[in-house]
């Protein structure tokens, strides 16, 4: 297992930063701009991190990487700016041997190297929209901001972002090398969120274009797109993630639309319009064997924001999801932005239970408590499960979004909360990492990221998921704020290790060609 630089000799320990300026000074009350969301304008590395209190575990070893939303330029509206619009930036704590060292640095997407060419920004927004700009001339007609998700395939660290292609960087040094097409098997874009088979090791994917969705599955030995299937919702919903049962791949097509053509008009490109789906929200199946897909109606106006897991039944699918009641600006005022918490109010978890029978999907929901980015031990992944976790959004604050991490027990129907230490709160989406030669679901850790509004600082708490007690295992002091973004992963040691040595052999093998 190679040996991560997270400690002496000497030479290693060091801190290097480049920057501008940490936090700019942009003038505006815009929540997405300001707090544990403010941008932080820095490239910075860190050798052995202080640990605040507790202790890392010898047996957790590999990376965490984490995306933020950081805008690089001063946007182009400040007032109308949303922060699905940030540019993506990469964090990664490595840890390994009860030691960890930090780094993060830009996504330099074409777009971006347009950008900082110019020295501003040049490209609108598309959420709320803003004044027209025309496209940029001798840079590319529309932005990659890479900054919705981050992980490891093919034995690249892959950053996702719905509007374009998946972005390759280097596991360790965070170099950006360019588009990622999956050797060929892509060429417009795919989501951010995708789903590693748990028996094959194959990710299983999607690209929504349209009314016109794409399931796609790409080898874990190859990288190659293998299997694929399109089928039409009918109206461009906006489709941000899917789940998939042991057979089938399960969609909700819901009143949130994504319009292309109004964001060319400089409008608001995320819409709820509950014209499009006249008859309520619809699950897509997919059998990802015969590729039919059926439908089941729920006959709600609702939207998915994340699913926590899905398993089959003698009777059809048990589907988990944080549903919300509205997502997106309203369709009949949509030049209007509404607020953040009416824009994308409090989510909760629910319960679909889709019959084959019927075509219909009966609800219930799972727990009281409000909540966003649910996770669950990924190796349980297409079947049933007893635990679940996400973070908390019980208070409706003009500063923060979240405010606590949650462990939900599918089998008592208890959700234990647990609060941020002397006042960390805006804790990231958590991540579930195995605990080393563990079977148990819930022998793990929780990995999460939480803002300190004393220090205008991150932090990394690790929570033990079995004991789940509020006063984590170890909390590690990071040197930047590292931006409120979406999502994050987990790499193992022997993954990790491996990327970066492919990536070695490459340099090599370029350096003798």
Same mark, same amino acid.
């Given at each position: 297992m190679r040996?991560l630089?997270?400690?002496?000799?000497t030479?290693?320990v060091r801190t290097?930063?480049?920057?501008?300026?940490?936090?700019?000074a942009w003038?505006?009350r815009n %929540? &997405? !701009?300001?707090?544990?969301?403010?941008?932080?304008?820095?490239?910075?590395s860190? /050798?052995?991190?202080?640990?605040?209190s507790?202790k890392?575990?010898e047996?957790?070893?590999?990376?965490?990487?984490?995306?933020s939303?950081?805008?690089? &330029?001063?946007?182009?509206?400040?007032?109308?700016?949303?922060?699905?619009?940030g540019?993506?930036a990469v964090a990664?704590v490595y840890i390994?041997?009860?030691?960890?060292k930090?780094?993060m640095?830009w996504?330099e997407t074409d777009?971006?190297?347009f950008e900082v060419e110019?020295g501003?920004?040049?490209y609108?927004?598309f959420?709320?929209g803003?004044?027209?700009h025309p496209p940029?001339?001798g840079g590319?007609?529309?932005k990659n901001?890479?900054?919705?998700?981050?992980?490891?395939?093919?034995?690249?660290?892959l950053v /996702?972002f719905?509007?374009?292609?998946?972005?390759?960087m280097?596991?360790?040094?965070?170099?950006?090398?360019?588009?990622?097409?999956?050797?060929g098997?892509?060429?417009?874009?795919?989501?951010a969120?995708?789903k590693i088979?748990p028996?094959?090791g194959?990710?299983?994917?999607f690209?929504?274009?349209?009314?016109h969705?794409?399931w /796609?599955?790409?080898?874990? %030995?190859t990288?190659?797109?293998?299997?694929?299937h399109t089928?039409d919702?009918?109206?461009?919903a906006?489709?941000?993630?899917y789940?998939v049962?042991?057979?089938?791949?399960?969609?909700?097509v819901?009143?949130?639309?994504?319009?292309?053509?109004l964001?060319m008009q400089?409008k608001?490109?995320v819409?709820?319009?509950?014209?499009a789906?006249?008859?309520?929200?619809?699950?897509?199946?997919?059998?990802?064997?015969?590729?039919?897909?059926?439908?089941?109606?729920t006959g709600?106006m609702?939207a998915?924001?994340?699913f926590?897991?899905?398993?089959?039944?003698?009777?059809g699918?048990?589907?988990d999801?944080h549903?919300?009641?509205r997502l997106?600006?309203?369709?009949?005022?949509?030049d209007?932005p509404?607020?953040?918490?009416?824009?994308?109010?409090p989510?909760?978890?629910w319960?679909?239970? !889709?019959?084959?029978?019927? %075509?219909k999907?009966?609800n219930?929901?799972?727990?009281?408590?409000?909540?966003?980015?649910?996770?669950i031990?990924?190796?349980w992944?297409?079947r049933?499960?007893?635990?679940?976790? &996400?973070?908390?959004t019980?208070?409706?604050?003009?500063?923060?979004m979240?405010d606590?991490?949650?462990r939900?027990?599918?089998?008592?129907?208890?959700?234990i909360?647990?609060?941020?230490p002397?006042g960390?709160t805006?804790?990231?989406e958590?991540?579930?990492?195995?605990?080393?030669?563990?079977?148990?679901?819930n022998d793990g850790?929780?990995?999460?990221?939480?803002?300190n509004?004393?220090?205008?600082l991150?932090? !990394?708490?690790?929570?033990?998921?079995?004991a789940?007690?509020?006063t984590?295992?170890?909390?590690?002091?990071l040197?930047v704020?590292?931006? &409120?973004?979406f999502?994050?992963?987990?790499?193992d040691?022997d993954v990790l290790? %491996?990327?970066?040595?492919?990536?070695e052999?490459?340099?090599?093998?370029?350096?003798?060609?």
């Open positions: 040996d630089p997270v400690g002496p000799p030479a290693l290097t930063t480049k920057q501008t300026s940490a936090s700019p003038d505006t %929540k &997405f !701009l300001n707090g544990p969301f403010a941008p932080w304008h820095g490239e910075s860190e /050798y052995d991190l202080e640990v605040i507790g890392l575990p047996d957790l070893a590999g990376a965490l990487f984490r995306i939303s950081n805008p690089r &330029f001063q946007p182009l509206d400040l007032e109308r700016y949303h922060w699905w619009e540019d993506g990664g390994r041997d009860g030691r960890a930090f780094a640095k996504v777009s971006m190297k110019q501003e920004a040049v609108s927004g959420v709320n803003s004044d027209p940029p001339v590319p007609p529309a901001v890479a900054n919705t998700n981050v992980g490891i395939f093919d034995d690249h660290l /996702y719905e509007g374009g292609l998946p972005t390759s280097h596991p360790e040094t965070l170099e950006t090398y360019g588009p990622y097409d999956f050797h098997g892509i060429d417009i874009l795919c989501t969120h995708f088979d028996a094959s194959d990710m299983l994917f690209a929504a274009v349209g009314p969705l794409t /796609y599955r790409a080898d874990v %030995k990288g190659k797109v293998v299997d694929s089928l919702m009918g109206c461009p906006m489709v941000h993630d789940i049962s042991e057979n089938y791949a399960i969609f909700l819901s009143p949130t639309q994504f319009r292309l053509d964001i400089g608001a490109g819409l709820w319009d509950e014209a789906v006249p008859d309520g929200s619809r699950f897509a199946v997919l059998d990802r064997r015969t590729k039919e897909v059926t439908w089941y109606d709600l609702i998915p924001t994340h926590f897991n899905a398993f089959e039944t003698p009777q699918i048990v589907v999801v549903i919300i009641n997106g600006n309203p369709a009949d005022d949509p209007n509404v607020s953040s918490h009416t824009w994308f109010p989510a909760m978890a319960r679909f239970e !889709l019959d084959q029978a019927t %075509k999907a009966t219930t929901m799972l727990s009281g408590v409000a909540g966003e980015f649910p996770k031990n990924d190796d992944l297409g049933e499960n007893r635990w679940g976790y &996400f973070a908390t019980r208070d409706l604050s003009p500063v923060t979240t606590g991490l949650a939900h027990d599918h089998l008592t129907g208890q959700t909360i647990v609060e941020g002397d960390l805006n804790p990231s958590p991540v579930f990492v195995q605990r080393r030669g563990a079977t148990a679901e850790y929780l990995l999460s990221l939480w803002w509004p004393a220090t205008g991150s932090e !990394l708490l690790v929570h033990h998921a079995e789940w007690d509020a984590p295992v170890a909390r590690v002091k040197p704020r590292v931006p &409120f973004g999502h994050g992963t987990w790499a040691a290790d %491996k990327s970066i040595a492919a990536h052999n490459r340099n090599e093998q370029g350096a003798t060609s």
